[in-house]
């Protein structure tokens, strides 16, 4: 059983950095694509970022640019770095994780994310 826990959420000024944590407690991290998404009340989850297993990246078009995400396999962690934070950036972040075999997925607990104008 693959437990996430995210980190790093708060309250940011508009314009400023933030990074996210998630640590992965399962073993084999190397065996899943890692991703961020996020969720505001009423709206669907929707991805942020996602690492593959070879560290190749997608972004959303809302975040392209601004955002990396980066996994550590010796930690097991991944990270997102975004950066010009908006509100409309103003969600509850996840962690997901997702088997490349299997397609089973994991989900963190989600960190609050709040970006004031």
């Known amino acids: 059983q693959v437990q996430l826990l995210e980190s790093g959420g708060g309250l940011v000024q508009a314009g400023g950095l933030l990074r996210l944590s998630c640590q992965h407690s399962?073993?084999?991290?190397?065996?899943?694509?890692m991703g961020w998404y996020r969720q505001v009340p009423g709206k669907q989850r929707e991805l942020v970022a996602q690492?593959?297993?070879?560290?190749?990246?997608t972004y959303a078009d809302s975040v392209k640019g601004r955002s990396t995400i980066s996994r550590d396999n010796t930690d097991n962690m991944i990270f997102l770095q975004m950066s010009s934070l908006k509100p409309e950036d103003t969600a509850i972040y996840y962690c997901?994780?997702?088997?490349?075999?299997?397609?089973?997925?994991?989900w963190g607990q989600g960190t609050q994310v709040t970006v004031s104008s």
């Open positions: 399962g073993s084999l991290f190397t065996m899943y694509t």
């Open positions: 997901q994780a997702r088997h490349i075999f299997t397609a089973l997925e994991s």
């Open positions: 690492i593959t297993t070879g560290g190749d990246t």
